[in-house]
């Protein structure tokens, strides 16, 4: 069955960094595009980045754009999130999926068939 587990999250004071992790298993990660997507408390779900199977071609929302780094590591099975300059806005549970979105809109609603159980970050003073 296919898991993905993400980890590396946690409570942050704003201007700091964290990376967050997610390991895959049950399927042939190395062929498939990947995406992280983030939930903050009352809103729906948000593209963050993706990234193509090979690692070479990154995309990124306007509002982490410069502070965040999309990574894999297909010898791993793993996907990475390098967050820098962390702000407020930022708190979300961040979730590991697979795919990308059908279109350039902001919130998600659809494109990802499968999705880690996510990891919470908190940037609070």
């Known amino acids: 069955e296919v898991q993905l587990v993400e980890s590396g999250g946690g409570l942050v004071q704003p201007g700091n960094s964290l990376r967050l992790s997610c390991v895959a298993s049950?399927?042939?990660?190395?062929?498939?595009?990947m995406s992280w997507i983030r939930q903050a408390p009352g809103k729906g779900p948000e593209w963050v980045s993706v990234?193509?199977?090979?690692?070479?071609?990154?995309s990124y929302a306007d509002s982490v754009k410069g502070r965040f780094t999309i990574s894999r590591d297909n010898a791993k099975n793993t996907l990475y999130l390098q967050m820098n300059s962390l702000k407020p806005e930022d708190t979300a549970v961040y979730y590991c999926?697979?795919?990308?979105?059908?279109?350039?809109?902001?919130?998600?609603?659809?494109?990802?068939?499968?999705w880690g159980p996510g990891t919470q970050v908190t940037v609070s003073s």
């Open positions: 999926a697979t795919g990308r979105p059908p279109s350039n809109s902001k919130w998600y609603s659809g494109g990802s068939d499968y």
């Open positions: 049950g399927f042939t990660f190395g062929s498939c595009d």
């Open positions: 990234i193509n199977s090979g690692g070479g071609t990154t």
